[in-house]
C-alpha cells in the first residue's frame, strides 16, 4: 500500500481537497481522476506550479510560511500536507493553520529515527542520505527533521488529534513489523489529524 493509495482511501468521493505543497500536483491529479475531488494546490515553486496546470489541476503561488489566512475555517473536506512539513520554517503554525482550514488532514512526514539514518549517523558520522531523505545537509530542502515521535508529540503540544496513522517502509509499503517498534522501523509515515 503506497502513500498514495493510504491518501486515496481517506478522501470521500467529491471532497473539497486542498494540497498544500502540492508540488506538480500528482496527488490532487491522481484524486480527481479516482475520487472527482475538487482540488486545489498551493506550491512556491514555478516549474510545479507550470506542472499542475498542465494537468489542469488549480494552483495558487504561495508561500506557507507567510501564512495561510487567506483560507477560512473549514473551507476545505481535507488537507494535505505530503512530504512539506520538515521544509518550513515554522512547522507548528502550518499545523496549527491546516486543522483550522480542514475538517480532516493528512500529513506524509519522513522518519528521521528511521534505522538506516541512525547507522548511517553512527558509522559515517555524517547526515544520513536515505532514500525518503535523499539530499545533501547543505542541499536539502529539509530544514526540520523529525522523528514520528517528534512530530506526535508537537500533535500533542498542539492538541491535535491523530485519527489514524499508517506506516511504510523505505519501499512505500506497509509491511506488519513497522508496529512493533514505529519510530526505529518506520520510513515513513502518514497522519490522518484534526482539531
Known amino acids: 500500500m503506497s502513500t498514495l493509495s493510504v491518501i486515496n482511501d481517506w478522501i470521500k468521493h467529491g471532497s473539497k481537497v486542498l494540497d498544500l505543497g502540492c508540488g506538480d500536483g500528482e496527488i490532487l491529479f491522481n484524486l480527481r481522476e479516482s475520487k472527482n475531488i475538487v482540488a486545489l494546490g498551493v506550491e512556491i515553486e514555478e516549474k510545479n506550479i507550470e506542472q499542475c496546470l498542465l ?12 501564512g495561510l489566512s487567506n483560507f477560512t475555517s ?31 488532514c493528512i500529513v506524509t512526514i519522513p522518519n528521521f529515527g528511521h534505522w538506516r539514518s541512525r547507522l548511517s549517523l553512527l558509522f559515517t558520522g555524517k547526515m544520513p542520505i536515505t532514500e525518503p531523505l535523499p539530499d545533501n545537509w547543505y542541499d536539502t530542502p529539509n ?9 506526535e508529540i508537537l500533535c500533542s503540544y498542539l492538541s491535535i488529534n491523530i485519527k489514524e496513522r499508517i506506516l511504510v517502509n523505505s519501499d512505500n509499503q506497509k509491511r506488519w513489523y513497522l508496529n512493533i517498534w514505529p519510530n526505529l522501523f518506520c520510513a515513513s509515515a502518514v497522519y490522518k489529524i484534526s482539531n
Open 143 to 151: 530544514i526540520h527533521l523529525c522523528t514520528l515521535k517528534d512530530f
Open 74 to 104: 473549514n473551507s476545505f473536506a481535507v488537507v494535505i500536507m505530503s512530504q512539506t512539513i520538515q521544509v518550513l520554517k515554522k512547522p507548528e503554525i502550518a499545523l496549527s493553520e491546516i486543522t483550522r482550514i480542514g475538517e480532516v
Open 55 to 66: 494537468k489542469n489541476i488549480n494552483v495558487i503561488e504561495q508561500n506557507i510560511d507567510y
